[in-house]
T-cell receptor, first 114, second 114 residues
């Protein structure tokens, strides 16, 4: 069975500093990996995905994520945080076979302080 | 929001009452999903459907029911058997898989027992 761990419930960062939100996964075979962002009382917005190819994936709003197969990690990064990046971030995984549901981590709340 | 409409945005249920949450998509996606979100627990899968007239139980299906009579629609009924229904409910859909494998989410329905 696949699973996702987001080890930090909360990440605080100063505006303008780089940010990292951590994610590790467990899945049989090569995974499909995703990051989503959620603002209060809203649905999830897709940020980026890793399917295959380059380990560094670039997504929306200046976010990127690095796939590391040996460490089974897919950490979300941004070089310079904005106050508007403050939100709840979810990592998700699915196996490559079929159209199976995404399995989500518990989420990490990012707070960017001006 | 990806062309997925959930209604209503807020819903209040009395004890012992069944309520139905609507989810409609115009993305021509084959698969649809219902997730429940509680604080600190991430997203948990209730039911999913990969094709019309077929659906599968997720991790927390007890007390819920679904139907998939049309490709565009996947309503969720919260029955009186669900003892703790107060939560934020999210509907999602995804395409056939492959590179177009991310899920798109609606804006959610917040259900409260009164």
């Amino acid at each position: 069975a696949q699973s996702v761990a987001q080890p930090e419930d909360q990440v605080n960062v100063a505006e303008g500093n780089p940010l990292t939100v951590k994610c590790t996964y467990s899945v049989s075979g090569n995974p499909y990996l995703f990051w989503y962002v959620q603002y209060p009382n809203r649905g999830l917005q897709f940020l980026l995905k890793y399917i295959t190819g380059d380990n560094l994936v670039k997504g929306s709003y200046g976010f990127e994520a690095e796939f590391n197969k040996s460490q089974t990690s897919f950490h979300l990064k941004k070089p310079s945080a904005l106050v508007s990046d403050s939100a709840l971030y979810f990592c998700a995984v699915r196996p490559p076979s079929g159209n199976t549901p995404l399995v989500f981590g518990k989420g990490t709340r990012l707070s960017v302080i001006a | 929001d990806g062309g997925i409409t959930q209604s209503p945005k807020y819903l209040f249920r009395k004890e012992g009452q069944n309520v139905t949450l609507s989810c409609e998509q115009n993305l021509n996606h084959d698969a649809m999903y219902w997730y429940r979100q509680d604080p600190g627990q991430g997203l948990r899968l209730i039911y999913y459907s990969q094709i019309v007239n077929d659906f599968q139980k997720g991790d927390i299906a007890e007390g819920y029911s679904v139907s998939r009579e049309k490709k565009e629609s996947f309503p969720l009924t919260v029955t009186s058997a669900q003892k703790n229904p107060t939560a934020f409910y999210l509907c999602a859909s995804s395409g056939k898989g492959g590179r177009n494998t991310e899920a798109f989410f609606g804006q959610g329905t917040r259900l409260t027992v009164v």
